[in-house]
């Protein structure tokens, strides 16, 4: 297990954008083994995947995400950015950061991104 913390959610227009982050209670090599990603549930809504990253590096989207989301990761920081752009409303929701390795996983304890005009 790994302690997250999630920071930098918060309100903001239709089209604008947020970056979050995930910081990882690791050691680096720890981290750098561990694939991380974003998920996001909404109110009534099952909790889904935004965007993986491997630690390889290797990325992937949820589909709506593409194009308009970026996550990436700096080992030497323990960290993993979620960089969100042409936001919808539609994004509303907690995002929680996630770290796998084999069979664990961790979780932060998520941050409220709302997006409203």
């Known amino acids: 297990q790994v302690q997250l913390v999630e920071s930098g959610g918060g309100l903001v227009q239709p089209g604008g954008s947020l970056r979050l982050s995930c910081a990882a209670a690791?050691?680096?090599?720890?981290?750098?083994?561990?694939?991380m990603a974003w998920y996001r549930q909404a109110p009534g809504k099952q909790r889904e995947l935004v965007a993986a990253?491997?630690?390889?590096?290797?990325?992937k989207y949820e589909y709506s995400a593409k194009g308009r989301f970026t996550i990436s990761r700096d080992n030497a920081k323990n960290t993993v950015y979620l960089q969100m752009n042409s936001l919808k409303p539609e994004d509303t929701a907690v995002y929680y950061c996630?770290?796998?390795?084999?069979?664990?996983?961790?979780w932060g304890q998520g941050t409220q991104v709302t997006v409203s005009s």
């Open positions: 690791a050691s680096r090599i720890i981290f750098s083994i561990y694939h």
């Open positions: 996630n770290a796998h390795f084999m069979n664990s996983d961790s």
């Open positions: 990253i491997t630690a390889g590096g290797s990325t």
